[in-house]
């Protein structure tokens, strides 16, 4: 049995990269391997063609009520696609903080 590689936790302030938005996880895991398009995912969702395509293009963020239309069209959990949210949005709020000086801004 091949053994399980782990990798070492990171905090999230501590990385240097984004966290993937959840517009960018809609596209590449959702959209694309079931090789649906933007119109008709929000045709099946009950929403504007301009939401779902903001979503995609990381000018909109994912609602409570459009994490819970996504996971019940694609079976997952509207904890899912909040906690994508989450995580890139309080990334870029520490680092814009960060990078301002607005704030002391301290590691734990």
Aim: charged share 30%; glycine share 2%.
């Amino acid at each position: 049995m091949a053994k399980k590689r782990e990798y070492p936790y990171v905090p999230l302030f501590e990385r240097e990269i984004s966290p993937v938005h959840p517009g960018e996880v809609l596209l590449e895991e959702f959209l694309k391997p079931l090789n649906m398009s933007q119109t008709e995912l929000a045709k099946k969702l009950g929403v504007s063609y301009r939401t779902v395509n903001e979503i995609v293009n990381e000018k909109r963020s994912i609602s409570p009520e459009m994490a819970i239309k996504l996971s019940a069209f694609f079976k997952t959990t509207p904890q899912f696609w909040m906690n994508l949210q989450r995580d890139y949005d309080l990334w870029r709020t520490y680092k814009k903080l960060e990078r301002n000086s607005k704030i002391p801004v301290k590691r734990t």
